[in-house]
């Protein structure tokens, strides 16, 4: 994990309030890579006549080391090639325990010619990423993020008001002297400098194909199984696994224990915990996250601890609501008398979160340490500029409520109990690797639209939907996710969006990852919850979906806003 930023300005352009931007973007990009910083300044000038014309290229990249055994300062460096580097190889390139896998890929592209073997190589490894690459012989700079987004890259394209070109992990929030939008993941941008130099970006830009070669097995995303059930397709009554699906669970979990293997391994000490999510990123409450966190358990030392991050917040809209005080709308759905007094932080995801912990320490022998903070909400509040910030350029009310849950949840402040009835002890993680449960319910048909799918248009109705679901996932939440986890100086990991998971479950027939026939815990993502009850995780199996923000009512704190409505930032 690291922070890249990235300026290319002409060289005359040197003014007071472009060198104090610059500043404040390596400020805010270094805290994603705590452990070093480091920067590169190249001049660039085209044909002796365009001298007057040259160009100064600033990169700036901050590490969090969590491969190899040497300490890594970025960018790096050699015969005038730079490359920043924001991300992990999985699978696709052979990294030993001793290597670090930006070093190994860094000296790959030293050793290619042409644009295409570029695109080849990138298409040839999987696991979350994005870079900046300057070539020194061509004066081209490359930039991309992986197909699924799992890191975020911002760019800022040249205007007449602001005639530089930025790249940065995390911006600044919004700001007069950067327009920032998210890098598309349908290519992979070649800038060529000299093209610059003698006329404008948008001639100097070109958008290279990702690679569809052979062996190029992580280039794009993949089509949805258009298979049919039979007309006569049972519908599914239990989790004890059907006959017709037992192959299907068993390679499911095969999968999802190798990209979970994948992404707990050979990191440094004491730098792994369980980090879970319900539905979209955060919070232990869900069957997401426990099968994650069991089979976490599988390959991590049986001495070392595992934590689990769950957050609660104070909520002045449902304690009203649960005081019986709200309008005449909600008293008719929440009469008084029906509502019964709970502990102010006991919200449903930390009820159902301390109940999978005891079915964890039942299964799994080991050390849980089951973090609870809890935050008042005045914290949250003075926090909002912070993560509005960090969010950016996301900016709607529901993007501010998930993006308060995982702020805090990463964060890892709060109390441990390691046992029911003990004291609760002030404990801050220091895990900096993190799991999230993010993708299960998009790929495995976990969310009410899909039952409405088939409502509205039968199987063929619920493929289409899962098929937009994969589409969308690259532009929706995972670039603000990895913006505001990793101001904290730790970092991700995805189990369930492994190339190699996604192609999988798309490669599945329908019928075989979900049933909307079935009712809710039993049907939407019937092959996960399959899965986990045949690993012996029954409580968890059959816990229904609820939403991160509302399970940790971090959602609309300040009234009954809908969800898409933007910010005033």
Not at 97 to 116: I, M, P, Q, S, Y
Request: hydrophobic fraction near 35%.
């Amino acid at each position: 994990m690291c922070g890249v930023f990235f300026c290319v300005r002409h060289s005359k352009d040197d003014s007071p309030a472009l060198l104090e931007l610059c500043g404040r973007l390596q400020y805010t990009n270094g805290a994603r890579g705590p452990d070093s910083q480091g920067t590169q300044r190249i001049s660039v000038t085209g044909p002796d006549e365009l001298n007057h014309a040259a160009l100064t290229l600033d990169l700036y990249a901050s590490e969090l080391r969590l491969r190899g055994i040497a300490p890594i300062v970025q960018p790096h460096e050699q015969d005038g090639n730079v490359f920043c580097w924001n991300g992990e190889i999985f699978d696709g390139m052979e990294i030993s325990k001793e290597e670090n896998d930006g070093v190994k890929l860094f000296r790959a592209l030293r050793a290619l010619e042409t644009l295409e073997q570029v695109c080849d190589l990138f298409g040839r490894i999987e696991g979350p990423y994005a870079f900046v690459y300057y070539h020194a012989a061509s004066r081209r700079v490359l930039f991309a993020r992986d197909p699924l987004g799992r890191r975020s890259l911002l760019i800022h394209r040249p205007t007449i008001e602001n005639p530089y070109f930025l790249l940065a992990s995390v911006s600044t929030g919004s700001d007069p002297a950067c327009e920032f939008q998210e890098v598309s993941t349908e290519y992979i941008y070649c800038l060529e400098l000299l093209d610059l130099i003698a006329s404008n970006f948008d001639s100097a830009l070109a958008k290279l194909p990702r690679s569809s070669g052979a062996g190029t097995l992580y280039s794009q995303l993949c089509s949805v199984n258009t298979t049919l059930p039979p007309d006569d397709w049972p519908v599914i009554t239990s989790l004890e696994t059907p006959g017709y699906l037992t192959q299907a669970v068993d390679d499911f979990i095969a999968r999802l224990d190798r990209s979970v293997e994948l992404r707990v391994r050979n990191v440094p000490q004491p730098s792994i915990r369980e980090f879970g999510a319900q539905t979209t990123d955060q919070s232990v409450a869900g069957i997401d996250c426990t099968t994650l966190a069991f089979l976490a358990h599988k390959h991590l030392p049986p001495d070392e601890p595992i934590d689990l991050l769950n957050v609660a917040f104070e909520n002045p809209r449902k304690v009203k609501l649960q005081a019986g005080e709200t309008g005449s709308k909600s008293k008719k759905k929440h009469p008084t008398s029906a509502v019964e007094p709970r502990p102010l932080y006991m919200v449903p995801d930390r009820v159902t979160g301390l109940q999978e912990v005891e079915e964890l320490r039942r299964l799994c022998p080991r050390v849980w340490n089951f973090v609870s903070p809890l935050h008042p909400f005045d914290e949250s509040q003075q926090a909002i500029p912070v993560i509005e910030a960090l969010m950016f350029p996301a900016k709607t009310v529901m993007d501010l409520s998930l993006a308060l849950a995982l702020y805090f949840a990463s964060r890892g402040k709060g109390q441990i109990r390691r046992y029911p009835g003990a004291d609760g002890v002030t404990y801050t993680t220091p895990a900096k690797v993190l799991l999230n449960g993010l993708g299960s319910d998009e790929l495995l048909g976990g969310y009410g639209r899909h039952r409405t799918a088939y409502g509205s248009g039968g199987w063929k109705g619920v493929i289409d939907e899962l098929q937009l679901e994969i589409d969308r996932i690259p532009s929706r939440n995972l670039g603000r996710d990895d913006r505001v986890i990793s101001s904290h100086g730790k970092e991700t990991r995805h189990p369930f969006l492994s190339l190699s998971i996604v192609s999988f479950l798309a490669n599945l027939p329908v019928h075989l990852k979900m049933d909307p026939r079935a009712e809710t815990g039993l049907g939407d993502k019937m092959l996960l919850r399959s899965a986990a009850r045949k690993m012996g995780l029954v409580e968890a199996s059959s816990r229904k979906k609820r939403a991160m923000q509302f399970g940790s009512h971090s959602a609309r704190m300040d009234g009954e806003k809908r969800g898409d409505i933007p910010l005033k930032l």
